[in-house]
C-alpha cells in the first residue's frame, strides 16, 4: 500500500474532527469515527443515508438548493477552503454548533463527484462566547 494511502487512513481514523464524504446525490459514503463521536451514529448506520441526517429539519430546503448548485457548478458560494459555521443534528436529537470546510470532489474530466467536509463541534465554544457578550452587554446596559 502506498504510504500517502497509510497516512490518509490513520488521519482518518485518529482525527478528532468529522470527515463526512458524500456523493452528488447527497448520499453519505465516507463516516470516520470522529463523525461517529460528533454526531452519534455508527458508520454502518450512517453509510448511504442521505446528509438529511445530521441536517436540521428548518434548513434542509436551504442546504439541498445549494448543495445541487455545488454540483452542478462545481463551485461553492462560500469558495474552497472558507471556514463555515451551521448548525447540525446529532442521532440523539440534540443541535449542535458546527464548524467545516468542504472541499468538492472532481473526476477527471472535472465534473463534480461529491463533497468532502470537515466538521468540528463548537457547541461549547459558541456558548462561552454567547455567555460573554452577554455579561459585557450587561454591564455596559
Known sequence: MPIARIVADAILAASADAVIASDSDGTICVWNPGAERIFGYSEAEALGQSLDIITP???RARHWDGYRKTMATGESRYGEGALLSVP????????????????PLKDEQGTMTGVVAVMRDVTVRFAEMKALRQQLANRSG
Request: charge should be neutral; hydrophobic fraction near 35%.
Open 57 to 59: 429539519e428548518r434548513l
Open 88 to 103: 447540525g443534528i446529532c442521532k440523539d436529537g440534540r443541535q449542535i454548533s458546527l464548524e467545516f470546510t468542504i472541499v
